[in-house]
């Protein structure tokens, strides 16, 4: 079984920059791609960006494009999510999500590949 637990959700201003933090334990982390997705109020949860199990490939939703950056450290179990710019819009429950990829090196945008999720971390901007 894998465990994720985001963290470092908060309120910020428009144009601010946030950090947020998905430790993973249960399993091998370097096995897993990994994902960021979000949901906002009233709306279906949507893909952000995702990242390979080395951390070789990255894809991001084109609204967030430029703004945010993922990144994994495989010794410290951990995928992040740096957010600059931070607009209104992306005020939503951020998840993080896990899917197993032992010895493939790949992306996935489809929120139906990925087996495992975190509770979500909660991320406003004020405009």
């Known amino acids: 079984q894998v465990q994720l637990v985001e963290s470092g959700g908060g309120l910020v201003q428009a144009g601010d920059s946030l950090r947020l933090s998905c430790a993973v334990s249960?399993?091998?982390?370097?096995?897993?791609?990994m994902g960021w997705f979000r949901q906002a109020p009233g709306q279906e949860r949507e893909f952000v960006g995702t990242i390979s199990r080395s951390g070789g490939l990255t894809y991001y939703a084109d609204s967030v494009k430029g703004r945010f950056t993922i990144s994994r450290d495989n010794a410290k179990n951990t995928v992040y999510l740096q957010m600059n710019s931070l607009k209104a819009e992306d005020t939503a429950v951020y998840f993080c999500?896990?899917?197993?990829?032992?010895?493939?090196?790949?992306?996935?945008?489809?929120?139906?590949?990925?087996?495992?999720w975190g509770q979500g971390t909660q991320v406003t901007v004020s405009s």
């Open positions: 249960g399993r091998t982390f370097s096995n897993y791609a």
């Open positions: 999500a896990a899917k197993a990829a032992p010895g493939i090196e790949g992306y996935h945008l489809n929120s139906q590949f990925y087996g495992y």
